[in-house]
């Protein structure tokens, strides 16, 4: 007979959200879920992933139509429930293919395009990015599912503009700037002003011209490291430019435009840095 297969954090995420909106969850429910997700940074950030996504679908199309019809028929919030169900599993199995069911704006792979916001802001999204864009009268937020975003800034005193990546945030203060999400891991550069990065409840960071750094779910910021700008947003003008960069790198970042894998098994080769424009 064969072994079962354990459930992964994700699946776990998702089957406590379903627990608790079942409409019969209570107060052990509840307990349970805020006990698994503080057993690591690991859990916490499955756990915050599977709620943007659940939230995230009560705000499309196809949830708009269940809620104007749900009068209607008794049966339809069920349906609704198991629709978004569906989706909900689809977007954690498949992210690359259903992102437009919950991003205001995508990109496919190998796609760069600028975005134009509402408030003179303008966005430069990289191939197989996604993010929506959630203004008012006090805030200007972005969410950045995945991907990549550079972000020119315009100035607004009165509204923050505030850029939510995995696990922290970035406040512009009049700038531009460069948030990278791989996986759990986002990356912020600056070209131009200060921002301030937070993340893993630690005090906010600020950057300046030429510095990035690298947080990940549940720990504070990394060390910030200086860097040319220009380099670093040369993605926007259509190259790619490593400066004495290992090989797992390179490849790991070639590999965001292409539609297929790259595999590089040999670790000595993996560390060999190389520098290149492409």
């Given at each position: 007979m064969s072994e079962v297969e354990p459930l992964s954090l994700d699946?776990?995420?998702?089957?406590?959200?379903?627990?608790?909106?079942?409409?019969?969850?209570?107060?052990?429910?509840?307990?349970e879920f805020q006990r698994w997700r503080r057993q690591s940074a690991a859990h916490e950030h499955a756990a915050r992933e599977a709620e943007v996504l659940w939230q995230a679908l009560g705000h499309t199309q196809a949830a708009a139509r269940h809620r104007r019809t749900a009068q209607r028929s008794w049966r339809l919030p069920a349906m609704a429930a198991v629709l978004c169900l569906a989706l909900l599993l689809g977007l954690l199995a498949a992210p690359r293919t259903l992102v437009g069911l919950y991003a205001d704006h995508s990109t496919a792979v190998g796609e760069r395009r600028l975005v134009q916001l509402d408030d003179g802001s303008r966005v430069w999204l990289n191939s197989g990015s996604a993010l929506s864009v959630d203004f008012s009268t006090t805030r200007r937020d972005v969410r950045l599912y995945r991907g990549e975003a550079l972000f020119e800034v315009a100035k607004d005193r009165q509204r923050p503009f505030v850029v939510s990546a995995g696990d922290g945030q970035v406040q512009a203060l009049g700038t531009r700037f460069d948030v990278d999400l791989h996986g759990a891991q986002a990356q912020v550069t600056v070209s131009e002003g200060v921002v301030q990065v937070a993340s893993g409840g630690a005090a906010p960071l600020r950057l300046g011209v030429g510095q990035r750094v690298s947080y990940r779910p549940g720990v504070a910021p990394g060390a910030v490291q200086a860097l040319d700008p220009s380099s670093a947003s040369a993605w926007q003008r259509g190259k790619l430019i490593f400066n004495q960069r290992p090989l797992g790198e390179v490849l790991a970042e070639l590999e965001r435009y292409l539609p297929e894998r790259i595999l590089l098994r040999d670790e000595t080769l993996r560390r060999r840095k190389i520098s290149g424009v492409f």
């Open positions: 699946d776990q995420a998702v089957d406590h959200l379903l627990r608790l909106h079942s409409g019969t969850a209570g107060a052990r429910e509840r307990a």
